[in-house]
């Protein structure tokens, strides 16, 4: 189960890199455009969402500062790093062949196993 745990993670610190490679975010924008761009099949809960954006930071590859919200309220903006778009160059990257192996599997005919 923790190799699932970990896909999901991996998945959700690349949909967040991917959300700020377009410009400066609060939290909440960033799961707007996942929502949005994946037609609402996606949606982050808070829970999940900023210890993402936590992590991300912690490594050094997004940083973030206060500003005013569209509704002039105080909001933590986040914006990527140098080093987090090459991440997401390098991540996207991975999950392109690991989406590719999984296809290929799945299409794979039916049959017995190789030994």
Do not use: C, Q
Request: glycine content about 6%; proline content about 3%; hydrophobic content about 45%.
């Amino acid at each position: 189960m923790a190799a699932a745990v970990d896909v999901l993670r991996g998945t959700l610190d690349l949909l967040v890199l991917k959300a700020l490679s377009w410009g400066r975010a609060h939290g909440y924008a960033v799961a707007e455009w996942i929502e949005h761009t994946t037609d609402d099949a996606l949606h982050i809960e808070e829970g999940s969402l900023y210890p993402a954006l936590h992590r991300l930071e912690e490594r050094g590859l997004i940083e973030s500062d206060w500003g005013l919200s569209e509704h002039n309220r105080r909001a933590k903006y986040y914006r990527l790093t140098p080093e987090g778009r090459k991440a997401l160059r390098a991540e996207s990257a991975s999950w392109r062949r690991f989406v590719k192996a999984v296809h290929a599997a799945l299409e794979a005919p039916v049959g017995p196993v190789v030994a």
